[in-house]
């Protein structure tokens, strides 16, 4: 089955309708109260993780070195057993209450974060490796074409040392497509590249991953990388998700603190809440949910407004301390009483250090979960 | 850190182990078993032996003085190979690493064979070497390759920063050799001295043929002469606990220290010193040890088959090297075999029985020879007698006893393959056992080559357990050599001992080539 042909997923189209749906109707790939403590180590590397990627969809596990993101992914692919949770796939128990389905017969795609290419096979005998069940001609037929999908056609007889890493990497991907898996995980696989070609390289595979119709998750550490990859993305901390959703929903309305600083810089104020609003330090704010009393609220430094003169109630007035151009917009440290402030503004007004300036929050501010909830 | 679970349990991985353990652990406690048969009395008198205490100063001031004399030898050469714009280097390593292809009983039969009124040197009127000295000089000429590689590796991988700190920090170049050098060259000391004093222990053609009565000779004289099997496993015993004490005092010493370079990045080059005054000296030093331990031996065979082989002598030789090869090759083959998975599991699945199987690989390597022999001989008469003087039992006694020397090339080799790329085969759809041997497998090869290549020069090499093992009728070069060279038949020698070097040296050039 695994081999044949699949009928291309139905697109599903919930996205669509909206970004704030949480739970997927019907998962491809569901991972429950997942752990995993390594036999060195007393902490779990992975804690009662839970998440669900549905057909089709391109997720992402973000999050900083060491959170267990990675072992999430090993653990999917097999290479490792849990200590707890399951993890199912189109209605099989990969893992969990005591079963366990070996990687090779789990049928997922993997491209290694360093490629793992053979490097005694050519760049053919590499993609046609999982192909060693189908007749030659079928081999040889699937082979070229996944190299044509990567655009790797014409370098079939090289030997991966031969290849730089870009190609390599576009090698791993064609090898990890060329079986027909429904599930594709990739382990920081746009790391190695330089950053002009990373981008490139991401939005070509995002765009024959969606064009095939394959289900992949994507283990990175880059917010931006996740954001402009995935369908949806789970921030990831000390083996926990923080938070799920689409980009949208973790940038806008990040749960908690550590989400709101993980996803870009953010003003962070705690002040205290009265219903629908907050009067802080930074001027009157609107929350984005209703709280009382004491709370932690993020504002982005794009939601600010920054003018020269007093054009609305609310406008606070602070001092310019510095300022960094940075060519498509400025980014302005400026003292609003007693606190610090960032400001990003397309505005081209060149204010400078020391100069009196007034700000004002645009967008809701978003209200964080207290520690610990 | 946990033993292997029951689901990681592989037969394939732990069954050749568990061969490994068995195979050097039963025999060797068959020796003990076999030293405390007899009264308590007679136990007694065979322990609290004057010439027991003979015999160890014997062993224990050979092995001395074949350190000292090594270290004389191998420190110039390396400092001159890896410190110095000395000319012809490659050359001058070759010559370091050459000897390497002499075996013992080669170096002593070409340095009695030299000398005396017949002799190549005869005009020099030099005493034919025997007792002491002439074992002293016959392995000190063959073993200190062993310590030139190990301390010119230390000298070239030496941070030339950390000199050029001294020297910042108002040393002399003498000093920063003294204080800076020479402490970071103590490991690759050890380890080459190491190996030496295992060679010097171990030695059995070089100190029968010289006569000179070290433990390994006593052992032999008690089990092929006296027949008195009982003091023969008491020497053995001693024998191998002197290596016990040898193999610990390493430990001891080699504690914590770990010399690698700490920062990052590739590592300048030294710049070579110029020899300057020391030249005439330096290039005399190398012609000396070139002469002693490559050109000797050889001249020495040739001048010898220049005078002449009788007839028959071809064949005989043919068939020694057939017997050689069919007992040689099956070992190489069968030890590399059973490396692989040993070096496999304390590499890639780290646990205490995967450590001790391979430690108990290097413990059957540093046995020496007679005594695991005799240990096996112990074994097979008890409990296995169809196996006594069968080819079986030699081949799986070289095994054993060499394989240690095929884990090295293959671990190292898996430590640089990917871990992920077996994963990758995995992931494609491959068996554990299928996506090693698809994945990683091809990376090793060429270190399954070199330990074989090892293990078979090792084997072809082999004269105690040879003799002690072989079947009857089987002769061997080495055996060819060694009896010939005891009775003084220089010329019936010769032709054993070039068939050896030849061979030695092909596959040492051939393994140089590859590495």
């Known amino acids: 089955m695994r081999n044949g042909d699949f009928p291309r997923p139905l697109r599903t189209t919930h996205y669509e309708i909206g970004h704030t749906l949480h739970c997927t109707i019907n998962p491809l790939l569901t991972i429950s109260c997942l752990s995993k403590t390594f036999s060195d180590g007393v902490l779990p590397v992975v804690n009662e993780l839970s998440f669900e990627v549905e057909d089709g969809e391109l997720f992402a596990l973000l999050g900083p070195s060491g959170c267990g993101k990675t072992t999430v992914l090993r653990l999917i ?94 090698v791993a991907l064609a090898r990890a497509l060329a079986p027909r898996p429904r599930l594709l995980l990739l382990d920081e696989p746009f790391s190695n590249l330089d950053a002009y070609f990373r981008n490139e390289m991401r939005d070509n595979i995002r765009a024959i991953l969606k ?66 609003t907050a009067d802080s330090v930074l001027g009157k704010l609107t929350l984005h949910r209703p709280a009382e009393g004491m709370v932690l609220v993020a504002v982005r430094p794009e939601h600010f407004t920054i003018a020269p003169t007093a054009d609305h109630p609310d406008a606070m007035e602070a001092t310019v301390l510095s300022r960094s151009f940075k060519g498509h917009d400025i980014t302005y440290r400026v003292q609003v009483g007693p606190v610090d402030c960032l400001v990003h503004t397309h505005n081209r007004e060149p204010f400078a250090p020391g100069d009196t300036v007034f700000i004002r929050a645009v967008e809701p501010a978003v209200v964080l979960d207290k520690a610990g909830e | 850190m946990p033993v292997a679970r029951l689901h990681d349990f ?181 380890a080459g001295g190491l190996l030496i004093a295992l060679h010097v222990l171990g030695d059995f053609g070089v100190v029968s043929l010289m006569r000179f009565e070290t433990f390994s000779y006593a052992i032999y004289l008690q089990y092929a002469a006296a027949f008195d099997r009982v003091y023969a496993a008491w020497l053995a015993l001693m024998l191998l606990s002197l290596t016990g004490v040898m193999l610990l005092l390493e430990m001891r010493l080699l504690r914590g220290r770990r010399y690698e370079r700490t920062g990052s990045g590739s590592a300048r080059t030294t710049s070579m010193s110029p020899l300057g005054r020391w030249t005439a000296p330096a290039y005399g030093f190398v012609g000396l ?76 390597y540093a046995t020496p020879p007679l005594a695991f022999a005799l240990a096996l001989i112990f074994f097979t008469l008890r409990s296995a007698p169809f196996l006594y003087q069968s080819l079986g039992l030699l081949i799986a006694a070289y095994a054993l006893h060499f394989m240690a020397e095929a884990i090295g090339p293959v671990r190292s080799a898996l430590y640089q393959a990917p871990v992920r790329i077996q994963e990758a085969a995995r992931n494609l759809g491959r068996s554990p056992l299928r996506a090693f041997f698809e994945g990683t497998f091809p990376l090793l090869r060429g270190s399954l080559g070199a330990g074989m290549a090892l293990v078979f020069l090792s084997a072809l090499k082999e004269l105690p357990i040879t003799f002690l093992l072989s079947p009857l009728g089987f002769r061997s070069l080495a055996m060819g050599v060694w009896g010939a060279a005891s009775e003084s038949l220089f010329s019936v020698a010769a032709p054993y001992a070039l068939v050896l070097m030849a061979t030695s040296t092909a596959l040492v050039g051939l393994l140089l080539r590859k590495a």
């Not at chain 1, 189109?90 to 974060?113: H, N, T, W, Y």
């Not at chain 1, 490796?129 to 079939?156: H, I, S, W």
């Not at chain 2, 001048?303 to 090869?325: I, K, N, P, Q, T």
Request: charged share 15%.
């Open chain 2, 289 to 364: 040890v070139g002469m002693a331990g490559v050109a000797l031996p050889v001249s020495t065979v040739v001048y010898w088959l220049g005078r002449g082989v009788e007839h028959g002598r071809w064949s005989d030789l043919l068939s020694a090297f057939l017997d050689s090869c069919s007992a040689a090759l099956p070992a190489a083959v069968l030890a590399t075999a059973l490396a692989l998975p040993v070096a496999y599991l304390s590499v890639r699945k780290p646990s205490w029985p995967a450590r001790a199987a391979e430690r108990i690989a290097y413990l059957g």
């Open chain 1, 211 to 276: 064009e095939e119709g394959i289900t992949a998750v994507l283990v990175t550490h880059d917010q931006e990388e996740a954001m402009v990859f995935a369908d949806r993305l789970g921030v990831m901390q000390g083996g926990r998700v923080d938070q799920i959703g689409t980009p949208e929903e973790i940038y806008l309305t990040p749960r908690t603190l550590f989400v709101a600083q993980f996803m870009g810089q953010t003003n962070l104020v705690l002040t205290h809440a009265d219903g629908a």
């Open chain 2, 10 to 190: 592989r037969w394939y991985l732990w069954g050749p182990a568990l061969l490994v353990a068995v195979g050097v652990l039963v025999p060797l406690s068959y020796l003990v078993l076999r030293a405390f048969q007899g009264d308590a009395g007679e136990l007694a008198d065979l322990v609290l032996r004057r010439r027991n205490l003979r015999l160890l100063g014997n062993t224990l001031g050979l092995t001395a003085g074949v350190l000292l004399l090594t270290s004389a030898i191998a420190f110039p050469l390396a400092w001159l190979v890896a410190r110095t714009d000395i000319k012809g280097k490659p050359f001058v390593t070759l010559l370091g690493v050459l000897p390497l292809a002499v075996p013992g009983y080669v170096m002593a039969y070409a340095l009695m064979a030299s000398t005396g009124p017949s002799g190549l040197l005869s005009g020099l009127h030099l005493p034919r070497p025997s007792g002491y000295a002439g074992a002293w000089l016959a392995l000190g000429l063959y073993t200190f390759p062993y310590l030139f590689l190990n301390l010119r590796a230390a000298l070239l991988g030496l941070d030339p920063a950390l000199e050029d700190a001294a020297q910042s920090l108002g040393y002399s170049n003498r000093e920063v050799a003294r204080r800076v050098v020479l402490p970071q060259l103590r490991p690759a000391f050890f």
């Open chain 1, 77 to 170: 692919g097999g290479f490792m057993r849990p200590n707890h949770g399951s993890i199912s796939f189109d209605g099989r128990l990969f893992a969990g209450d005591g079963s366990f389905v070996p990687p090779e017969k789990r049928g997922i795609g993997f491209v290694f974060q360093d490629y793992a290419l053979f490097p005694h096979l050519a760049v053919a005998q590499n993609v046609a490796f999982g192909l060693r069940k189908e007749k030659a001609a079928v081999r040889k037929e699937r082979t070229d074409e996944v190299l044509k999908l990567v655009g790797m056609e014409g370098f079939e007889d090289r030997l991966p040392h031969a290849l730089s890493g870009g190609q390599q990497q576009r």
